[in-house]
């Protein structure tokens, strides 16, 4: 018998500070303001605080395509959250995004104020603010969300599961290992299964769906993620891979993938992001 | 040393089928068809094939709100998809949905037949189909679409992480519990500190926000998921227990619940619905 064999959970759980891995100092079991602490403003509409973690760069990316098209509304102040400081907890943040997630937006375009928080409803919301990387038909726009959501549903088993245990956790642990590994590997497969007969998500273009679920599963397969290409065989997936190197030669990806990073090359690091000028 | 600090994940993961707790025999890392299998279809414009799990009772609790409120329009033929026989995995339900999850919805109500998968998408698509249990005005629309999109992408660490490893997983396992536990615990927090000012997630009106966030947070503090009420010291969220009750007294609430059960007590039992008549 092995400890965790027989470990038993006590009738009533409680928390022990630390016991969580890498990133178990900034995790607790409750929620709200940690501290006070301003955030900084620019002169932009749109207002973002963030970090280039996959959930960061769909709204980078999304904001950099909207640039790209024409959409001049679309300017953006983009500063740096930095999550192991404790950013998300600061009080001006957590008005924003009460669940202390990046990434959180302000959106002052219009006559009021409007917080957006969750990427999922960040894409949305400015998809349809601009007409842009939605579908117009019905059922294509509707295809759209549905891969929108499937991302929203399907990525916590890659992030929080497989990548958890696979990278962050504090020892490897074969049955979560297990567990989460065949999700991703479905999850690639019902990818892969659907780009086998269409070139985008939505179907035959570029859209928010795509803008969601690339920087998690596009990264994967491109072997950027958790240093797990050659444990899940990412280059079975052929289909996945074509669109994910697509999407990876957009220029706008390209940028959105530099704003708010603060790590690896340094070259490629934008920690702020105020005007198109900044990436020269 | 216990056998699980010992273990170290292989250079290429290998699929061990059965190795997975309860429902082992049906998950599987590949996705698709695994049979041949016709749906039965109805006389309404809408054909939901599902189950009364909480995915399943957003979109059936959706739809007697909507009739509920007059929307005529909102009639639907409910079918049971049996997940322990792996009716998700027949032909017409992986042409309807790809990802082999429940609910799966066919909107014939148009010109067109549209497939509408993933239960935030096909809340988001009825609500704005009948104009209904969506706020009009952007601010108090664009807050119950962050709640909405909070809730898919928190659940998975409810469902799949924390009932998971507490109630379905071959052995209690303290690592995951504790991290899950944690998790889930700091949701129900944010949860609990928004609707101590709120009445409901969007503000004042009953939105899809609470009819996507009450089949999993509302039945967790009701004590009706995982047997974890004691364990989640579930009272403690007496806001959120506020919000659950409200909720749970309403009719169309009732009505959803009951279909495509097939388990617990049969007199609340309805596998399949196809009529307000088949409630009686």
């Known amino acids: 018998m092995t400890q965790e064999k027989t470990y038993q959970p006590p009738k009533i759980w409680q928390w022990q500070p630390g016991n969580g891995g890498q990133f178990a100092n900034i995790n607790r079991p409750t929620a709200g303001v940690r501290q006070e602490q301003t955030l900084p403003r620019g002169e932009h509409p749109f207002q973002l605080y963030s970090l280039a973690t996959p959930n960061g760069v769909k709204v ?10 024409g959409h001049t509304g679309a300017e953006y102040d983009a500063y740096l959250i930095d999550i192991n400081a404790g950013d998300q907890f600061g009080s001006d943040f957590v008005a924003i995004n009460p669940n202390s997630k990046i990434p959180a937006l302000l959106d002052l375009s219009g006559e009021q ?3 957006v928080f969750e990427s999922g ?19 294509a726009r509707t295809e759209c969300l549905n891969w929108l959501f499937w991302q929203m549903g399907s990525a916590p088993y890659l992030g929080g599961g497989f ?6 956790a504090p020892e490897p642990m074969a049955y979560p ?3 989460f ?5 479905r999850q690639l497969d019902v990818l892969d299964q659907h780009l086998a007969k269409h070139d985008y998500l939505a179907g035959d273009q570029y859209s928010i769906a795509d803008i969601a679920n690339w920087p998690w599963y596009g990264a994967l397969v491109l072997g950027r993620l958790y240093d797990a290409a050659e444990f899940l065989q990412v280059n079975d997936y052929r289909h996945v891979l ?8 957009r220029e706008a990806v390209q940028r959105g993938r530099r704003v708010n990073r603060n790590w690896g090359d340094e070259a490629f690091q934008l920690s702020e992001r105020h005007a198109a000028s900044d990436f020269a």
Request: a neutral charge.
């Open 163 to 168: 990548g958890h245990f696979y990278s962050y």
């Open 60 to 69: 980078t990316v999304m904001f950099e395509e909207l640039l790209a098209a």
């Open 113 to 115: 104020a409007i917080r």
């Open 242 to 249: 074509r669109w994910a190197k697509a999407i990876d030669q």
């Open 121 to 139: 409803s960040i894409l949305l919301h400015l998809a349809h603010k601009f007409n842009a990387f939605l579908p117009t038909e019905l059922s």
């Open 177 to 179: 290992i297990d567990r």
């Open 181 to 185: 590994t065949m999700e991703v590997k």
